[in-house]
């Protein structure tokens, strides 16, 4: 009989790289184009944002996501996922008054193969129940 738990965890590990991978990717396209990495996997209670990075005064909470293609991508956002990643951004807003003062925005970050990362600027709201 086969033992589907190591299976199962080289799976998870597999995709933890290859989300790590995607990060460091996003990271350096958004670099090109201005933005400062400020936190990468910022943890709170509530929740997670993969990247944190500033452009001027805009302070932006960034999902980084790994798809076959970028429609995909933006589609493996959920409404729950975009809530929490709301909820960990007001807890680093209340601990930044740079970013308190400035714009905050909500972006995604596709990562697809042959292709280079794309970004999509206020991707969903805090109010928004959709992203």
């Known amino acids: 009989m086969r ?3 190591r299976s199962k ?6 995709a933890e790289r290859r989300g790590r991978w995607a990060e460091r990717l996003a990271i350096m396209a958004l670099a090109l184009k201005g933005y400062r ?3 990468l996997r910022f943890k709170s209670g509530p929740g997670e ?3 944190i990075m500033r452009k001027g005064e805009v302070t932006a909470f960034i999902e980084v996501k790994t798809r076959v293609s ?8 959920t409404v729950r996922q975009s809530r929490r990643i709301a909820a960990a951004a007001r807890i680093w807003m209340a601990r930044d008054p740079h970013a308190a003062k400035g714009v905050c925005r909500f ?3 596709t990562v697809s193969p042959y292709q280079w990362p794309k970004h999509i600027p206020n991707a969903f709201s805090a109010d928004e129940t959709y992203p």
Do not use: P
């Not at 965890?9 to 597999?14: E, M, N, P, Y």
């Not at 970028?70 to 956002?77: K, Y």
């Open 49 to 51: 944002v993969d990247l």
């Open 70 to 77: 970028s429609d995909l991508a933006v589609e493996a956002v």
């Open 9 to 14: 965890a080289s799976d998870r590990q597999r």
């Open 107 to 109: 972006d995604i970050v």
């Open 3 to 5: 033992d589907f738990s």
């Open 37 to 39: 990495l400020l936190k």
